[in-house]
């Protein structure tokens, strides 16, 4: 079951092949996914709009992130439970916060599915 909890939005440029319903980080120019070789690395929120990638968004007029609550967003694996912490893949996906040096962003309320 997906739970959502809206909290509250920001509208920011996007880069190009970002999809709906993952993690992105802005990088002071425009929202990318984040760099996994980056030990820690942040998000900036959810992006809930329609993506960049296979559409005709036009990415320089901004997509709309969730910057806080309970988000919707798509899970790297079918192994997480609710309970687990998590943190983003480097494609912007949700996965399990087990390895050293993760940024922890939540924590998973339903089962992926």
Request: proline residues 3%.
């Amino acid at each position: 079951m997906a739970w959502e909890n809206t909290g509250p939005y920001i509208t920011l440029q996007l880069s190009t092949g970002l999809r709906q319903f993952r993690f992105v980080k802005y990088n002071g120019t425009r929202c990318v996914y984040p760099n996994a070789s980056t030990v820690g690395e942040q998000i900036t929120g959810v992006l809930v709009s329609n993506g960049t990638t296979g559409s005709t968004a036009d990415p320089t007029k901004g997509g709309t992130i969730q910057v806080y609550g309970v988000a919707k967003v798509e899970a790297e694996s079918s192994t997480l439970a609710a309970g687990d912490w998590i943190s983003a893949s480097t494609v912007g996906r949700v996965q399990s916060s087990s390895n050293a040096g993760d940024y922890t962003v939540g924590q998973i309320l339903g089962g992926s599915s």
